[in-house]
């Protein structure tokens, strides 16, 4: 670790030395401005959730409280079930989930670089990557990849921390936190596969490997997946075959020409956080730039760091290529956890200045053009009748549910099916009391049988352009849909009617 300190202006008198602790707190407070600017910015922005659906599809699985799910493990699926336990079913609450997931990933990121840099500079990685589409847009659909951006900060952070000090309570955390990784996603591999290497070739690192607390790394990250191992067993691998669909390219030159654009795309989703740095020099910003720019090809500047910054991306190309793996490009949106604290490191070593106060003025003015930005995009959907605006799953959730009291006389669906979307909406806004059966592909919904369904009752609900959804939902319920067409309101605009079929099973 260097122990050359980094010039930090302030603009009190110089003479009193460096900036107080209480100014770096005040930057950290940053932080949760950031997280709720993007819970309001998201609400302004989208009239639902998501227009894939992976919200609501999370919400569905997580309730049932299973080891693992049919398209992946199953963290993100019990943090959504665990959240709306205690928060309303709207959508404001799931994207200050979204929210609070990225700004713990951005502590992380600070605590990290806290191993490396000086306590005045720190909070400046985290401001820096918060300003990155990593953190801030896509991060707002939380979901399998989402997740990993609050998981692996963490994990890199005990990773140094155990490295650094030998600890058997770090050794306990890292093994913890990689076996919470995976359960995210099995991409967390990547993240585990860099972090031995950069343990490797580290000679300082790699000695920790032989002392007896590494066991305790292996044994705690065991216990932490053997449910879900479990799981695997006795559900043949099936999340598996869900992963070798979306990933298989036809030939290596595929997959090297899908592993560029995925280079690409982290460059560009960089791009914001490195003009943050930047911006924070105080005198000659392009030599600056340019010092960060050739970080990423001198290992040597400031090796530790640069294994944990470049090793994922290193792994992520070797393994791509080596299986045919066609990217996409947000599967890394965590994996740069450490570059902000490099940048930061190479400009603490050449002793260059920065202004950290010039942070406030320039998340200030980013915050505004964020929430302008949100609210314009919100209104133009709302006009030109994106599917994202216009389509009414909180309103079809509630008149389902009034059709179902009205015909029953009781108050909670029981079981959900139908158009996936529809189906899990209407799950996700009646509340914590409807389950979701998969009508077209029950064996991913495992909880529930076709008994359960005609025992308890249910109600099946299919867009009115979905064909074979209305044949399967008329074959199992025997009956003639109720038609409903709905419309949503938005921005004071009444939005195009949306034809929906719902079919009742009754109890």
């Known amino acids: 670790m260097s122990q050359t300190a980094i010039l930090v202006e302030s603009t009190a008198d110089s003479s009193q030395g460096p900036p107080a602790e209480p100014a ?3 930057l950290l407070a940053l932080l949760p401005v950031h997280a709720v600017v993007w819970t309001i910015a998201a609400w302004l922005s989208r009239g639902n959730l998501d227009t894939q659906g992976d919200m609501v599809e999370n919400y569905v699985w997580g309730i049932e409280w299973q080891a693992g799910y049919a398209k992946h493990p199953p963290l993100f699926a019990w943090i959504t079930a665990l ?22 990933g951005l502590l992380g990121i600070v605590a990290l670089a806290n191993r490396f840099l000086h306590r005045q500079l720190v909070v400046v990685a985290g401001l820096a990557m918060a300003v990155s589409p990593l953190y801030s847009n896509l991060a707002i659909k939380f979901n399998a990849n989402a997740v990993l951006l609050s998981v692996w900060p963490w994990t890199a952070y005990f990773f140094v921390r155990f490295m650094q000090t030998g600890g058997w309570r770090s050794a306990l955390a890292l093994g913890a936190l990689a076996g919470a990784a995976v359960l995210g996603k099995y991409f967390s591999v990547i993240l585990l596969v860099a972090l031995l290497v950069a343990s490797v070739v580290r000679p300082v690192w790699r000695q920790r490997l032989l002392h007896w607390p590494s066991l305790l790394v292996v044994g705690a990250g065991i216990v932490v997946l053997l449910p879900h191992v479990h799981w695997l067993i006795t559900h043949h691998f099936q999340t598996f075959g869900y992963a070798e669909q979306r990933t298989s390219a036809s030939t290596i030159l595929t997959a090297i020409g899908r592993y560029g654009i995925y280079t690409l795309a982290q460059i560009g989703y960089l791009l ?11 005198k000659d910003r392009l030599q600056a730039a340019k010092r960060m720019a050739l970080s990423y090809v001198r290992p040597s500047t400031y090796p530790d760091l640069w294994w944990l910054a470049l090793g994922p991306l290193t792994v992520v190309g070797v393994i791509a290529v080596a299986a045919r793996i066609e990217m996409a490009s947000v599967w890394g949106m965590a994996q740069w956890f450490a570059i902000v604290p490099l940048w930061l490191a190479v400009l603490q070593r050449a002793q260059v200045s920065l202004r950290v106060e010039r942070a406030v003025r320039v998340l200030a003015v980013y915050w505004l053009l964020v929430l302008a930005g949100a609210a314009a995009t919100g209104y133009a959907g709302a006009r030109q009748n994106t599917d994202d605006a216009a389509e009414p799953r909180a309103e079809l959730s509630a008149a389902a549910h009034a059709i179902w009291k009205q015909q029953t006389g009781e108050g909670d669906i029981p079981i959900v099916s139908g158009s996936s979307h529809e189906a899990q909406s209407i799950a996700f ?15 991913t919904t495992p909880w529930l049988q076709n008994g359960d369904v005609r025992r308890r009752g249910a109600l099946v609900v299919c867009s009115g352009e979905d064909l074979r959804c209305n044949a399967e939902a008329m074959a199992l319920s025997g009956t003639q849909p109720v038609l409903l067409d709905i419309r949503k309101h938005a921005w004071g605009i009444a939005l195009p009617l949306r034809h929906y079929h719902l079919y009742l099973l009754l109890p």
């Open 429 to 443: 806004y009646t509340g914590n009391h409807t389950r979701y059966w998969d009508i077209a592909s029950p064996q």
């Open 83 to 104: 959240w709306f336990r205690v928060f309303p079913h709207i959508d404001i609450a799931y994207f200050a989930l979204s929210a609070l997931n990225e700004m713990i």
């Open 24 to 26: 770096a707190l005040r």
């Open 272 to 282: 914001p956080s490195f003009g943050f740095v930047v911006l924070l020099v105080s």
